[in-house]
């Protein structure tokens, strides 16, 4: 994708699965450089031994300090915002910290972004996001609404800076999902943890949402949100799956945890009156679309097409993936 080719791009968050991926995949796209912004000095170590590239820089920092942040982004092309606290029963303990870094700090890139002049700056959100019913989907709501009016605070004749928002499901297989948590168990002779065998995940690989984020990237022009179009699985599919290929250790039924949803939502009902399709993805226009651009839609996005459903897009009524499917991606995953 010769968009990157010799720009320099920051990662927050980059020590993460998803950013580990995305470096990964951005240093086979010839970049110049790519900014590691974590405050994890353990696995920034861990990171830089596993790619010994000399193309990666490894900032210690929090996105809490606008100072360490502005520093970070200095002649930078590319930003992706992927630090967050993300443990919902950990952040409903202790909200007051997931506002601190999840609003406060997510300001914080967009200010350090536009003082820096960045080409473009993506957030990286999450289905709970829509309707939130738990405080970490409150906080990745108000990331995104920070990110999408950004351009309320843009000079067009001194800032080029272009905010886009990016929401998807669960990364299958990725680190503290369901499905490491029920081999360790299974591996262990322990019963499996189901929350409610009715519920239903969007699920997406990690191919898939390096593929969805990088195109995303590319054809936003700032204020949209980029939604993926994805299948879901059940969770009583997933259990099956996993005994099928490994043992049967039976399950115990042990409730849905406070601020967890039996399904989950992409895009709401009234969110659906400004949704477009556009390279096979949904985009979520912002309403003030208008005010930024004083443009049509069809003359800045001439492949869109607009949606006219209202209904949800919710995990419980898209195509579920079969559990043969699911046994097969199991097994390519690496996990067992």
């Given at each position: 994708?010769?968009l990157?080719?010799?720009?320099t791009v920051?990662?927050?968050g980059g ?7 995305l470096?990964k995949r ?7 450089a790519i900014r590691i912004f974590?405050r994890?000095?353990?696995?920034q170590?861990?990171m830089?031994n596993?790619f010994d590239?000399?193309?990666?820089r490894?900032?210690?920092g929090d996105?809490?300090?606008l100072?360490?942040l502005?520093?970070?982004t200095?002649?930078v092309?590319?930003?992706?915002h992927?630090?967050a606290l993300?443990?919902?029963p950990k952040?409903e ?12 700090g997510?300001?914080?890139v967009?200010e350090?972004?536009i ?5 473009k700056?993506?957030?990286v959100?999450t ?8 405080t970490y989907?409150?906080t ?13 605070y843009l000079n067009?004749d001194k800032h080029?800076?272009k905010?886009?928002a990016?929401?998807?499901g669960?990364?299958l ?7 490491p ?6 591996n262990?002779?322990n019963?499996?943890?189901l929350?409610?065998?009715n519920?239903?995940r ?6 898939e949402?390096?593929?969805f984020i990088?195109?995303?990237t590319?054809?936003?022009n700032?204020?949209e949100?980029?939604v993926?179009k994805?299948?879901?699985y ?7 799956a ?6 049967d250790t039976g399950?115990d039924?042990?409730g849905i945890?406070?601020g ?13 009156r400004?949704v477009w399709e556009?390279?096979?993805?949904y ?10 651009y004083?443009d ?6 001439s492949n869109?097409?607009?949606?006219e459903q209202y209904e ?7 195509e579920?993936i ?6 097969k991606i199991i097994?390519n995953s690496?996990l067992i």
């Amino acid at each position: 994708m010769i968009l990157f080719e010799k720009k320099t791009v920051l990662i927050t968050g980059g020590t993460g699965s998803l950013g580990q991926a995305l470096t990964k995949r951005l240093l086979n796209l010839d970049v110049k450089a790519i900014r590691i912004f974590s405050r994890n000095e353990s696995k920034q170590i861990e990171m830089e031994n596993n790619f010994d590239d000399k193309r990666i820089r490894f900032f210690l920092g929090d996105i809490r300090d606008l100072d360490r942040l502005s520093r970070a982004t200095e002649d930078v092309d590319y930003v992706f915002h992927a630090a967050a606290l993300k443990h919902v029963p950990k952040i409903e303990y202790n909200p007051f910290e997931a506002i601190k870094t999840n609003v406060i700090g997510s300001q914080n890139v967009i200010e350090a972004c536009i003082n820096a002049n960045v080409e473009k700056a993506i957030c990286v959100g999450t289905d709970k996001a829509v309707s939130p019913l738990n405080t970490y989907g409150a906080t990745k709501l108000l990331m995104e609404k920070l990110f999408i009016t950004a351009n309320n605070y843009l000079n067009p004749d001194k800032h080029k800076t272009k905010f886009i928002a990016l929401r998807y499901g669960n990364v299958l297989g990725s680190s503290g999902s369901v499905i490491p948590k029920f081999i360790e168990q299974i591996n262990k002779k322990n019963k499996l943890s189901l929350t409610d065998v009715n519920m239903t995940r969007f699920s997406i690989m990690m191919n898939e949402a390096l593929d969805f984020i990088l195109k995303a990237t590319q054809i936003g022009n700032g204020s949209e949100i980029f939604v993926p179009k994805l299948r879901s699985y059940s969770i009583l599919d997933v259990k099956n799956a996993l005994t099928e290929i490994l043992d049967d250790t039976g399950y115990d039924e042990i409730g849905i945890r406070p601020g967890e949803k039996l399904h989950e939502i992409l895009i709401n009902a009234d969110e659906m009156r400004y949704v477009w399709e556009i390279e096979n993805m949904y985009m979520i226009l912002n309403p003030l679309f208008g005010n930024f651009y004083g443009d049509t839609i069809s003359n800045v996005y001439s492949n869109a097409k607009k949606i006219e459903q209202y209904e949800n897009y919710s995990s419980e009524s898209v195509e579920k993936i079969p559990v043969e499917e699911l046994k097969k991606i199991i097994r390519n995953s690496n996990l067992i």
